[in-house]
């Protein structure tokens, strides 16, 4: 199973830009910060990850302001020619 379920607030929005087959699509950077228990331990825990809402979605959170925060349901996936998955966007609400 791939499902990725993150809170994290919009670190940067690029321009909406269109895919070949004429779908909305906005690449963003989101940066996410909590606490989790680890080994029962208490861990400090920051991510910086690159992420991606094709369709109505990125035409709904290209009006967003930088530095919102939201919950995001989505899926990881490595670009053709990337290093690093990137988180795509399925589902958002505010957090």
Sequence with gaps: MNQV???ARIAEAKALRYTPAGLPALDLSL???SEVLEA???RQVRAALRAV???SGAETLV?????GQWAFTGFLATPRNGKYPVLHIQSFEPA
Excluded: K, S
């Design 53 to 55: 809402v094709i369709g």
């Design 40 to 42: 029962g331990q208490r």
């Design 5 to 7: 379920v993150l809170t």
């Design 63 to 67: 009006r967003q302001p930088i530095g």
């Design 31 to 33: 940066e996410h910060e």
